[in-house]
């Protein structure tokens, strides 16, 4: 089961999409829920448990984005005959799957990167892929969405390094790290070697997945808060990840070189210049 995790704005949607494209694959928009505490998981029983993950997270449930049936889950979940939290999550999978009629699937939610350990023991068959990006392509990128943790430069980086050494400290058995200037500049390679290391054969349409990136997007709804108020909306959702409708661009690697100033790349080295060097970007 692959789970494609690292720091917003590094390329997961985008190999998202491209493993998405693969036949006997599905990856759904993010989920989150498998984050939760797992002594919280393990003492819900079926009832309880479809209704977690409808309601998850509670401050604005993104269960809509799944296109599931609600009546078809939970029935589901009573069927199961060894009924446990893991088990539930792969019912979830599998059903998100079979929409597609597709018999594999996989997860992409950044925010995983924190906690890769746990859902390794949750989910044995995970292999997390860890797409790192140099970080100041990322800061530039992030600043411009609605979840920002900033828009200064040195708040930037230090979120960037935050969320990349926390996916180098605890890579659990199975992590393969990628980078998103090889995936950019050779594709076929890099997908290659992904395949490989999650028992998948290659398929060229995973070159292709662009064709079909509207028709995958269309499932991100607006977020609204349990009140009703308004997160995001589903036309930002979907201009955040509007590149992914096109081939990749080569000139998306390594941009920051002729867009940042000077003083913003001071900036970023004085918190994130040593990872960015231990990472082998220059500095």
């Not at 390594?254 to 990872?275: C, H, I, Q, Y």
Request: proline content about 7%.
């Amino acid at each position: 089961m692959p789970i494609i995790v690292g720091a917003p704005r590094s390329g997961t949607t985008l190999l998202r999409f491209m493993l998405d494209a693969h036949p006997n694959l599905a990856i759904p928009p993010e989920t989150g829920f498998l984050a939760a505490d797992p002594a919280v998981l393990q003492r819900l029983g079926a009832p309880e448990f479809a209704e977690f993950i409808e309601r998850f997270p509670a401050e604005a449930p993104g269960w809509q984005d799944f296109s599931l049936s609600s009546a078809a889950w939970r029935e589901a979940l009573e069927s199961l005959e060894d009924f446990s939290a893991s088990n539930a999550f792969r019912t979830f999978y599998r059903l998100y799957a079979g929409r597609f009629s597709k018999n594999r699937w996989g997860d992409k939610t950044p925010g995983y990167v924190r906690c890769m350990p746990q859902i390794a023991e949750l989910l044995p068959e995970s292999h997390f892929i860890h797409l790192i990006r140099d970080g100041r392509d990322v800061a530039l990128s992030w600043r411009k969405t609605w979840f920002s943790p900033g828009r200064d430069m040195a708040t930037l980086a230090s979120h960037w390094k935050e969320w990349v050494t926390a996916g180098l400290n605890s890579r659990p058995a199975h992590c393969l790290e990628v980078r998103y200037e090889e995936l950019i500049h050779d594709t076929p390679s890099v997908l290659r070697r992904i395949c490989h290391y999650i028992a998948l054969d290659f398929q060229p349409a995973m070159l292709t997945f662009f064709e079909n990136t509207p028709s995958r997007l269309a499932e991100h709804a607006e977020r609204r808060r349990s009140d009703g108020t308004l997160i995001v909306g589903r036309g930002q959702r979907l201009d955040q990840q509007r590149l992914t409708t096109s081939p990749p661009l080569a000139e998306r690697a390594l941009a920051w070189r002729g867009v940042m100033t000077s003083a913003e790349r001071d900036a970023f080295a004085a918190v994130a210049g040593d990872l960015l060097v231990e990472l082998g970007y220059e500095p």
